[in-house]
């Protein structure tokens, strides 16, 4: 009798250790949760910084670049794309670091020829398509006009989005869709000028079409990227958001590089720097951080396709769209008013409701989540039960 209530009193002991053991790894979970979401939405506030940033200060500096003196779209173009070399050291890095951990995760990652068929030049030539359509555009319109018609990106990346990636649309996305469209054509409605000075009608008709087309274009570029990480790419490292930039900026740079040179633009370059209003040095530098910046803005761009998706990331760059009015008032003097002053808030109420659908989503998602979970430790708890009962 006494053998018996003492391993009724083991098996008791080792009961309690194993309770106390799963409710250990239990907490340990839900920190590491907790811990991976926190990093998450601080991965996601640093792209949207960046992409803000780089978007705002690379339009400044391009409306600068023709404001004083420069005439060239092709440069203008390349000033867009030609800035990935600054990214190969931080590339460098990573491809060290996750060499390792790639391996582990896809043992039979797609060959190199198969992504650079599929995913880096087709959307190289799309990046490179879209840029110098936008070039074009921005060389022959005002620019709020072409802050309007960017402003179509959104429309056309949620159309190409529906096809290729399944896209769904709810109240607070279509509300923020609607909002961020309104707040870039107030801007269009504040604008008192017509063409600029020494554009024809024919000039100014095919500015307007190229910057349609290239909102398309980049439309199409931003779903395409999704679709390449959700079918081919699939890898969750930032060394993959690096390979997307650095060679379709490649492929894109070498395109426009050759348009560049078969046009004979490039002759020309050397009388514009020295007629530069600002000086040798001042065009120089505006060209070197239009591509740094530029690029800056393609890390935060790539990034948050690739955490959330194309139609969230176009959604902030539309965000950025009233800013570069407002610091056009300090950069160049422009004019301040209500338009603007409107313009901005109803972008940012527009990304507020977006932000707001992406909040309900992931609370959702951690309610499904403890659900399963709970069912989970109901069944196991059933089974010890069932177990013992037999015993």
Known sequence: MAEVQLELEITDQE????????????????????????????RIVLYTIFLLCGQ????????????????????????????????????????????????????????????????????????????????????????STVTLITASQLAFNALFSYFLNSQKFTPCIINSLVLLIISSVLLVANNHTEKPAGVSKGQYAAGFICTIGGAAVYGLALASQQLAFRKLLKRETFKVILDVIVFQSLVASCT?????????????????????????????????????????????TVGLIFEVSSLYSIAIGTVGLPIVPVL????????????????????????????????????????????????????????????????
């Open 15 to 42: 009961a309690n250790k194993e309770n106390s053991t799963e409710q250990t790894n239990g907490i340990n979970h839900m920190r590491g949760s907790r811990s991976k979401n926190y990093r998450w939405w601080l």
């Open 256 to 300: 426009i590089a050759v348009g560049l040179f078969a046009s004979g633009d490039w002759k020309g370059l050397k009388r514009e720097m020295e007629g530069y209003a600002l000086g040798k040095i001042s065009y120089v530098m505006t060209v070197v951080w239009t591509a740094i910046s530029w690029q800056v803005f393609a890390i935060g």
């Open 328 to 391: 056009a008032v300090f950069v160049f003097h422009d004019k301040m008013d209500g338009i603007k002053g409107m313009s901005l808030v109803l972008a940012i109420w527009g990304f507020i409701s977006y932000v707001y659908q992406h909040y309900l989503d992931h609370q959702k998602s951690k309610i499904e989540n403890r659900i399963a979970t709970e069912i989970s430790e109901d069944c196991t708890l059933g089974e010890v039960i069932h177990s013992d009962n037999r015993a």
């Open 56 to 143: 705002s200060v690379a339009t400044i500096l391009g409306r600068l670049y023709f404001d004083k003196g420069g005439s060239s779209k092709w440069l203008a173009t390349l000033a867009q794309l030609g800035g990935f070399p600054i990214l190969i050291p931080c590339y460098s890095i990573f491809l060290r670091k996750s060499s390792i951990a790639n391996n582990i995760i896809d043992s039979n990652p797609p060959s190199f020829l198969k992504l650079l068929t599929l995913v880096y030049v087709p959307l190289g030539l799309l990046v490179a398509g879209s840029s110098f359509l936008y070039s074009v555009g921005l060389q022959y319109l005002p620019v």
